[in-house]
């Protein structure tokens, strides 16, 4: 079992940046390929990026890419999503994932954490 907890959402002006945590525990939890989603209102949940605990392999949606950053700190079994340039098409509820790196889901899920981008 793998618990994910996120934290570090907000309000912010278009332009503006937010790092987005995800507090993850588990005894296994170290073997786990992490990523980020996020769905908006009235649209389906979309991935964002992904990466390994040895952060040999990240990932990213077209949308994001060259304005987020994913990274780990895997003494710290915590996921960070740092958000640059931010627009009001990012906002979104923001939900951190883990999955055995052979399974096609990802089967753990947290409770999400709001980012709200509008002047």
């Known amino acids: 079992q793998v618990q994910l907890v996120e934290s570090g959402g907000g309000l912010v002006q278009p332009g503006g940046s937010l790092r987005l945590s995800c507090a993850a525990s588990?005894?296994?939890?170290?073997?786990?390929?992490m990523g980020w989603f996020r769905q908006a209102p009235g649209k389906e949940r979309e991935f964002v990026a992904r990466?390994?605990?040895?952060?040999?392999?990240?990932t990213y949606a077209d949308s994001v890419q060259g304005r987020f950053t994913i990274s780990g700190d895997s003494a710290q079994n915590t996921v960070y999503l740092q958000m640059n340039s931010l627009n009001v098409e990012d906002t979104a509820v923001y939900y951190c994932?883990?999955?055995?790196?052979?399974?096609?889901?990802?089967?753990?899920w947290g409770q999400g954490t709001q980012v709200t981008v509008s002047s």
């Open positions: 994932a883990a999955k055995r790196p052979l399974r096609p889901q990802y089967e753990y």
């Open positions: 588990g005894r296994t939890v170290g073997s786990y390929l």
């Open positions: 990466i390994n605990w040895s952060g040999t392999l990240t």
